[in-house]
């Protein structure tokens, strides 16, 4: 128990004073996952709207396979990843291995199925609502998912922050592709790993501090957003 005060202590300290590891490690974190998270959306949001919009003969083996997709282990995504990067795979060429860019491919990956699968759920009950209208009004395919898009922006923000919160957690195929290289490769997830293993809990707990700070005040901003959509301020 003492060895557990003094390390919260200790914890508390690097933060207060900004330890100069402790914010490299942060700001990595975030600019990876959030490049990860703007790509995934980009994808996975169009898409979601797509299979709500339009039907075609193998719409509904895509969507059971994008919600199967949401629980791929992460560590086998890690490990596609890994040998289409290395030098005896087809992109090797680019030496993308063991660099940010890997692992923002490997998070694009790992969070486009649940971006889309989420998104697709709310989209679906509004496209009922909106379908006889935006059919009478003769609207093209891609006014259609514009239309569902902007209309269900405070849906597909909830998914987004379903999004955010499994990459920043990610730790299992960021640990494979990116390394965990110090000043280079590592982020939150993996220094906690490996300052758990050296027995140096006070930038393990500080890290961990600073995770759940993130993931609270992505809550809370996405819920101000819903908040001043509701008071009619958008």
């Known amino acids: ?6 390390g919260l202590c200790q914890a508390f300290w690097l933060l207060v004073t900004l330890d100069a590891d402790l914010v490299e490690i942060t700001l990595r974190s975030l600019r990876v996952t959030l490049t990860a998270l703007a790509i995934a959306c980009a994808i996975a949001l169009p898409l979601a709207a797509f299979l709500a919009v339009r039907r075609f003969r193998l719409r509904r083996a895509t969507i059971a396979v994008l919600n199967a997709l949401m629980g791929l282990p992460p560590v086998v995504v890690g490990l596609v990843v890994y040998v289409f990067l290395s030098r005896a ?16 491919i490997a998070q694009v990956i790992i969070v486009v199925p649940l971006v889309a699968s989420v998104a697709h759920q709310s989209l679906r009950e509004l496209w009922s609502d909106y379908h006889d209208l935006l059919i009478s009004m003769n609207a093209t395919q891609f006014q259609r ?28 195929a960021i640990m494979v592709v990116g390394g965990n290289i110090d000043h280079a490769t590592r982020v939150l997830t993996t220094a906690i790993a490996l300052e758990t293993g050296k027995g140096e809990f006070a930038m393990a707990l500080g890290l961990g501090f600073v995770l759940i700070a993130l993931a609270i005040a992505v809550n809370l901003a996405i819920h101000w957003l819903g908040r001043t959509e509701s008071e009619g301020r958008w």
């Open 89 to 104: 795979g087809p992109f090797g060429v680019f030496g993308l291995l063991f660099t940010p860019t890997a692992m923002i």
């Open 145 to 172: 998912i514009q239309a569902l898009l902007w209309d269900g922006r405070r849906a597909l923000l909830t998914a987004a922050l379903a999004g955010f919160g499994r990459a920043i957690g990610e730790v299992g």
């Open 1 to 6: 128990m003492t060895d557990l005060w003094a």
